[in-house]
Nanobody
Framework: QVQLVESGGGLVQAGGSLKLSCAAS????????MGWYRQAPGKQRDVVAT???????NYADTVKGRFTISRDNAKNTVYLQMDSLKPEDTAVYYC???????????????WGQGTQVTVSS
């Protein structure tokens, strides 16, 4: 069974940094795009950053220049380096991955359990 496990969230002061990790495991044949999304209380889930299997990246305008997404394909892991954090970055951050599983013809989308990031002023 495919599973995404996130780590690295926590409490940090404004201007500080955190690095999130998300490792995929299970009956994986191939992972296509991966990404990070976030959801603040009472808000919809918004895309933060995405990365293709070849390493092409896209960022939300609100985090561009401050966040960096990367991946290690050998470890089935995606990272989000967050620098110059602001209170408005406070949210639950979710990992997402498009994965082809064993015995499946097409890719499916999977979500991590979410990790809380809180930025204090």
């Amino acid at each position: 069974q495919v599973q995404l496990v996130e780590s690295g969230g926590g409490l940090v002061q404004a201007g500080g940094s955190l690095k999130l990790s998300c490792a995929a495991s299970g009956n994986i044949v191939r992972i296509n795009a991966m990404g990070w999304y976030r959801q603040a209380p009472g808000k919809q889930r918004d895309v933060v950053a995405t990365i293709t299997s070849r390493g092409s990246t896209n960022y939300a305008d609100t985090v561009k220049g401050r966040f960096t997404i990367s991946r290690d394909n050998a470890k089935n892991t995606v990272y989000l380096q967050m620098d110059s954090l602001k209170p408005e970055d406070t949210a639950v951050y979710y990992c997402n991955a498009e994965i082809v599983g064993r015995g499946v013809y097409y890719a499916r989308y999977y979500w991590g359990q979410g990790t809380q990031v809180t930025v204090s002023s």
